[in-house]
């Protein structure tokens, strides 16, 4: 699946690169801005007497950062948004070329209603997670990383709480993550029923009102869209787990701080300023804690469409022309020699919708099929252009099997 979708990044490398490279000097700049703030502390407000010459010096350094850090996060953002809009340009146009490529079978096995739920919504998931992944997932772990290294270099005890509450936390979301994605392939089976069951009823809409059926029809949209609520909601309550566990990590990581903190400063193995930098440094772990949740969100969504995406990018039309085939047909007549068909839904030969049959239609002549509704008319002409291929026997037109014709050649001459 994952090198199926990042084939379609194509030309918006270049901005898939950009944006984490300026996610990092974001990030590098903001961790950068507290350990200026402890050095203000220590050497400038609390030294003796005050030292202005060094609040100054730090504090122009501050802006100077907090300057550099908002022009890259606004550089990451804009490339980011471009790579992922892109991204998503590239997945619609897989997957139409593909639809288009398309044969009758393969339609009928996705459904219109599935193949356009992949093609907006699930789409619209896969883009959102891509541009969370390389902005805000490159963004997050690298300012945990950041963050620890800061912290070890201004007490290596603490440094070891972050550790802790970090590993705790990436056990539950990483757990939140196996648990939901079944309940996300379901829910977008039920997007599927539903889109389905809208699109019959808008476009069948007089046969509806005709056969006076909108009070059960109603009634049929209310099941579908109940189940999709139920499923939802069943993820959502799953996914909720993620804020109570990062808000208790991160209070419980403030307690421990505050608490060796105090002790240290008291027995002066700290410094205030170092506290400080370090309450700041919470909550720069609680920013990318609750980051990497929305990530966590984004990408359960976001694996389960971009499965459909890849499916339907890798499936493989049932109906090719063959190499070399026949460019010209020479005349209309054609040919049914004990042919069978059927949907291919079941192996019941009871299943059949035609059955051993023969026929022959001279070029030049006329022919009409009667029968009743369902009684496989338009499955017996759909095999003349090779719209389906018979499961039995063979079709001829113009003495030539229709699989021995190019395909655009063959449809070119039949008209429908």
Same mark, same amino acid.
């Given at each position: 699946?994952?090198?199926?979708?990042?084939?379609?990044?194509k030309?918006?490398?270049?901005a898939s690169?950009?944006a984490?490279?300026?996610?990092? $000097?974001?990030?590098?700049?903001?961790?950068?801005?507290p350990?200026?703030l402890?050095?203000?502390?220590?050497?400038?407000?609390?030294?003796?007497?005050?030292?202005?010459?060094?609040?100054?010096?730090?504090?122009?350094?501050m802006?100077?950062?907090?300057?550099?850090?908002?022009?890259?996060?606004?550089?990451s953002?804009?490339?980011a948004?471009?790579?992922?809009?892109?991204?998503?340009?590239n997945?619609?146009?897989?997957?139409?070329e593909?639809?288009?490529?398309?044969?009758?079978?393969?339609?009928?096995?996705y459904s219109?209603?599935?193949?356009?739920? /992949?093609?907006?919504?699930?789409?619209?998931?896969?883009?959102n997670?891509?541009m969370?992944?390389?902005?805000?997932?490159v963004?997050?772990?690298?300012?945990?990383?950041?963050?620890?290294?800061?912290?070890?270099?201004l007490?290596?005890?603490?440094?070891?709480y972050?550790?802790a509450?970090?590993?705790?936390?990436g056990?539950?979301?990483?757990?939140?993550?196996?648990?939901? /994605?079944?309940?996300?392939?379901?829910l977008?089976?039920?997007?599927d029923?539903?889109?389905?069951?809208?699109?019959?009823?808008?476009?069948?809409i007089?046969?509806?009102?005709s056969?006076?059926?909108?009070?059960?029809?109603?009634?049929?949209?209310h099941?579908?869209?109940?189940?999709?609520f139920?499923?939802?909601?069943?993820a959502?309550?799953?996914?909720?787990?993620?804020?109570?566990a990062?808000q208790?990590s991160?209070?419980?990581?403030?307690?421990?701080?505050?608490?060796?903190?105090?002790?240290?400063?008291v027995?002066?193995?700290?410094?205030?300023?170092?506290?400080?930098?370090?309450f700041?440094?919470?909550?720069?772990?609680?920013?990318?804690?609750?980051?990497?949740?929305?990530?966590v969100v984004?990408?359960? $969504?976001s694996?389960?469409?971009?499965?459909?995406?890849?499916?339907?990018i890798?499936?493989?039309?049932?109906?090719?022309?063959?190499?070399?085939g026949?460019?010209?047909v020479?005349?209309?007549?054609?040919?049914?020699?004990?042919?069978?068909f059927?949907?291919?839904?079941n192996?019941?030969?009871s299943q059949?919708?035609?059955?051993?049959?023969?026929l022959?239609?001279?070029?030049?002549?006329?022919?009409?099929?009667?029968g009743a509704t369902?009684?496989s008319k338009?499955?017996?002409?759909?095999l003349?252009?090779?719209?389906?291929?018979v499961?039995?026997?063979?079709?001829?037109?113009?003495q030539?099997?229709?699989?021995?014709?190019?395909?655009?050649?063959?449809?070119?001459?039949?008209?429908?």
């Open positions: 699946m994952l090198k199926t979708l990042l084939a379609q990044v030309e918006y490398k270049k690169i950009l984490p490279l300026w996610v990092a $000097m974001e990030v590098v700049l903001e961790v950068f801005i350990f200026m402890s050095i203000m502390i220590d050497k400038g407000l609390n030294a003796p007497g005050g030292n202005m010459q060094v609040v100054i010096i730090t504090a122009i350094i802006l100077i950062a907090a300057t550099c850090s908002l022009f890259s996060g606004f550089q953002g804009k490339y948004a471009y790579a992922s809009a892109g991204f998503a340009k997945l619609r146009k897989a997957q139409y593909k639809i288009e490529d398309f044969s009758f079978k393969e339609i009928d096995k219109t209603s599935s193949l356009i739920t /992949r093609m907006t919504t699930d789409v619209t998931n896969v883009q997670a891509y969370m992944i390389i902005r805000t997932c963004r997050a772990p690298m300012m945990l990383v950041a963050t620890l290294f800061m912290t070890s270099i007490n290596k005890k603490i440094a070891m972050f550790v509450t970090i590993i705790l936390l056990i539950v979301l990483f757990g939140v993550i196996f648990i939901v /994605r079944p309940i996300f392939n379901r977008f089976k039920e997007y029923r539903l889109n389905q069951g809208v699109q019959e009823n808008v476009s069948g007089r046969v509806v009102k056969f006076v059926r909108e009070d059960y029809e109603i009634t049929q949209f099941k579908r869209s109940k189940a999709l139920s499923t939802q909601r069943l959502e309550n799953i996914l909720t787990i993620n804020a109570p990062m208790f991160t209070y419980a990581l403030i307690l421990l701080i505050s608490w060796t903190g105090a002790h240290m400063i027995s002066h193995t700290m410094t205030t300023g170092q506290l400080m930098s370090l700041t440094y919470v909550m720069n772990i609680l920013m990318s804690l609750m980051m990497l949740s929305m990530v984004m990408v359960s $969504m694996i389960a469409s971009g499965s459909r995406i890849s499916e339907v890798n499936q493989k039309s049932s109906l090719t022309s063959p190499e070399n026949l460019t010209t020479t005349n209309g007549d054609i040919r049914f020699n004990h042919v069978t059927d949907y291919g839904k192996d019941d030969e059949h919708v035609l059955e051993d049959i023969n022959h239609i001279p070029s030049g002549s006329t022919l009409g099929i009667l369902g009684s338009s499955s017996l002409v759909q003349i252009p090779r719209l389906y291929d499961s039995e026997g063979s079709v001829e037109v113009a030539h099997n229709v699989k021995d014709y190019d395909l655009e050649v063959l449809r070119d001459n039949v008209a429908m």
